[in-house]
């Protein structure tokens, strides 16, 4: 977001202060809020009010670095990457209990704030979308403003399902402190009601919105399109077996028409695209500037050798996804995969996306090997040492300095939702609703295809259960630590084999001068149970209801 336009501390609504009884304390007037009647008597006010609501406030330690959290935990220093079999953080930060099926209303990890947040957000939506029409301000401008209040409501109900499946629908309802709890409605709807609903806001947004934002917002502030990418998404899931909500027909359609819009396309960079929040390929991202401090990746995941924290490493689980340049998986005998050289002739993605022990990296060359390699324990800050032997490296900006980056880099924008997604949207719906027609190689072929990846085709005659294997594949190493795998393996019901799997690493060792690579196990105790497929809602919330809100199945 632009500075100049936002304003970066939540605007919050008058509400009731202590005071001794001493007068001159009871007239003192708040400077930390702005009263209700002041937003609704300004439109540049009100407008601030609606922007803010992209963001939300710190409920937890470790959820970014100096400015508000967004829509996922983005740049904060655990990724949601590092509960999946993506990555795993070096350091913890309550990831590890969720990487071996710990959650517990009592002990949820960084998997804490989403029930808590999202509902406080669509509050704030319900206020906005109750008090619009007070405003004084353009038709043009109140429809802007509708929209997007629609939209991120819509936002907010989407990770409420899928990540608890059955929700509280609250209207339009807004809650005052004075209000009595007691009274409320706290039934869960089943998935299909709350999916129903988030894809009725959306379409409401999708009526309001503009198809493009002005200039100087960028792709920070959510369009016509972005809805549409949503609603895309939503449909996606709500067809996938978990939620058996919907239909792949519908799914497909709604891809289809983000699609037909002509405004999106793949970008020919692939370790570019993550830099430049000017990017055709970008539907929707949040934009930093360099005044709008965040973590900053470079030092927070960097190589110890590097003066790094080493932060959010790469499991061997997915790097045994990335094909090799034939196209061929490492695990096909034909693919030219060396186990004793295995990092040479991969899909470009691998190297954009991961530093492993030889990579070329900052005027120098990772060196994870023991003895003596400046990354591995041998280095400086051996208690940066990645315990996995690999490093991230998607995401990186060489520009930025990795000591001391702080209120200098950063200018790197959180993409939520971009064309390939769409595209592999897409593909798998339309596979699945009718099999694997040439849209659906289209589909996948035009990001396998780009110019800094180039993996070959798709070759044809390629069953619908090729073709679902294909796609999963090109989920899992195109759309990597961008938050997807979490709820991927989940819809589709194949986490209880992906996250039984456990989190291997590599350890890399010099035997007479040459590199030997040894699996090895990199977090003990992965585990994963039926009831892991959605999360527990903390039982402060439960409390808070006087135990009439109904806890997630198994916890």
């Known amino acids: 977001m632009k500075t100049k336009h936002i304003i970066y501390s939540i605007i919050a609504l008058a509400g009731t202060t202590l005071a001794s009884c001493k007068k001159e304390y009871l007239d003192v007037v708040p400077t930390d809020r702005v009263a209700d009647v002041t937003i609704l008597s300004d439109s540049s006010l009100f407008q601030n009010y609606v922007i803010n609501r992209y963001m939300s406030i710190k409920l937890q330690d470790k959820e970014g670095e100096g400015t508000n959290p967004g829509f996922g935990r983005?740049?904060?220093?655990?990724?949601?990457?590092?509960?999946?079999?993506?990555?795993?953080?070096?350091?913890?930060?309550?990831?590890?209990?969720?990487q071996r099926g710990?959650?517990?209303?009592?002990?949820?990890?960084?998997?804490?704030?989403?029930?808590?947040?999202?509902?406080?957000?669509?509050?704030?939506?319900?206020?906005?979308?109750?008090?619009?029409?007070?405003?004084q301000m353009s038709e043009t401008l109140r429809n802007r403003l509708r929209g997007e209040l629609h939209f991120i409501r819509g936002f907010r109900y989407h990770d409420l399902v899928r990540n608890y499946g059955k929700v509280v629908l609250v209207g339009d309802k807004v809650?005052?402190?004075?209000?009595?709890?007691?009274?409320?409605?706290?039934?869960?709807?089943?998935?299909?009601?709350?999916?129903?609903?988030?894809?009725?806001?959306?379409?409401?947004?999708?009526?309001?919105?503009p198809a493009t934002n002005e200039s100087n917002w960028g792709l920070g502030r959510a369009t016509k399109g972005a809805a549409m990418a949503l609603k895309a998404r939503l449909l996606l899931y709500a067809?996938?077996?978990?939620?058996?909500?919907?239909?792949?027909?519908?799914?497909?359609?709604?891809?289809?028409?983000?699609?037909?819009?002509?405004?999106?396309?793949?970008?020919?960079?692939?370790?570019?695209?993550?830099l430049d929040a000017s990017s055709n390929e970008i539907i929707f991202c949040r934009q930093y500037a360099i005044g709008a401090r965040h973590v900053c990746l470079e030092i927070a995941n960097g190589a110890n050798g590097y003066n790094g924290w080493a932060g959010n490493t790469p499991l061997q689980n997915l790097v045994d996804a990335y094909e090799m340049k034939s196209g061929k998986p490492i695990t096909d005998a034909t693919s030219g995969y060396d186990a004793a050289n295995p990092y040479a002739n991969r899909d470009a993605r691998f190297y954009a996306s991961i530093l492993y022990n030889g990579a070329s990296y900052r005027n120098s060359t990772v060196q994870i090997y023991t003895p003596g390699g400046k990354d591995s324990k041998d280095g400086p800050s051996?208690?940066?040492?990645?315990?996995?032997?690999?490093?991230?490296?998607?995401?990186?900006?060489?520009?930025?300095?990795?000591?001391?980056?702080?209120?200098?880099?950063?200018?790197?924008?959180?993409?939520?939702?971009?064309?390939?997604?769409v595209l592999l949207n897409y593909a798998e719906a339309q596979n699945e609703a009718v099999g694997p027609d040439g849209t659906v190689y289209n589909a996948i072929n035009q990001i396998r295809q780009r110019t800094s990846v180039q993996q070959p085709a798709l070759p044809a005659g390629l069953t619908q259960e090729q073709m679902r294997e294909v796609i999963r594949r090109e989920r899992?190493?195109?759309?990597?630590?961008?938050?997807?795998?979490?709820?991927?393996?989940?819809?589709?019901?194949?986490?209880?084999?992906?996250e039984n799997i456990p989190a291997?690493?590599?350890?890399?060792?010099?035997?007479?001068?040459?590199?030997?690579?040894?699996?090895?196990?990199?977090?003990?105790?992965?585990?994963?149970?039926?009831?892991?497929?959605?999360?527990?809602?903390?039982?402060?919330?439960?409390?808070?209801?006087?135990?009439?809100?109904e806890q997630t199945s198994g916890y």
């Open 74 to 98: 983005g740049f904060e220093y655990a990724m949601w990457s590092s509960v999946t079999d993506e990555s795993m953080y070096n350091n913890d930060d309550n990831t590890w209990l969720i």
């Open 102 to 135: 710990l959650l517990a209303p009592e002990n949820t990890g960084i998997a804490g704030t989403i029930w808590g947040r999202s509902y406080r957000s669509i509050r704030e939506c319900n206020y906005g979308l109750n008090n619009i029409m007070q405003v």
């Open 175 to 209: 809650y005052n402190l004075n209000d009595n709890m007691a009274e409320a409605d706290y039934t869960r709807s089943s998935i299909k009601e709350g999916i129903d609903y988030a894809v009725a806001e959306l379409d409401s947004a999708i009526q309001y919105l």
């Open 239 to 274: 067809a996938s077996p978990l939620y058996d909500a919907g239909t792949w027909a519908a799914a497909a359609a709604a891809a289809k028409a983000v699609i037909d819009l002509g405004q999106y396309s793949i970008a020919p960079d692939y370790a570019k695209l993550f």
């Open 382 to 421: 051996n208690w940066n040492t990645s315990k996995t032997g690999y490093y991230l490296r998607k995401f990186m900006d060489d520009r930025n300095p990795i000591d001391n980056p702080w209120e200098v880099a950063g200018l790197q924008p959180w993409i939520y939702m971009r064309y390939a997604e």
């Open 476 to 498: 899992q190493v195109e759309l990597a630590f961008e938050e997807h795998r979490f709820y991927d393996v989940r819809r589709w019901k194949i986490a209880m084999q992906t």
């Open 504 to 549: 291997y690493g590599v350890d890399v060792t010099l035997v007479n001068g040459r590199p030997v690579y040894t699996r090895k196990e990199a977090l003990s105790g992965r585990l994963f149970t039926e009831k892991n497929y959605f999360l527990p809602i903390p039982r402060t919330e439960i409390l808070a209801t006087n135990n009439k809100l």
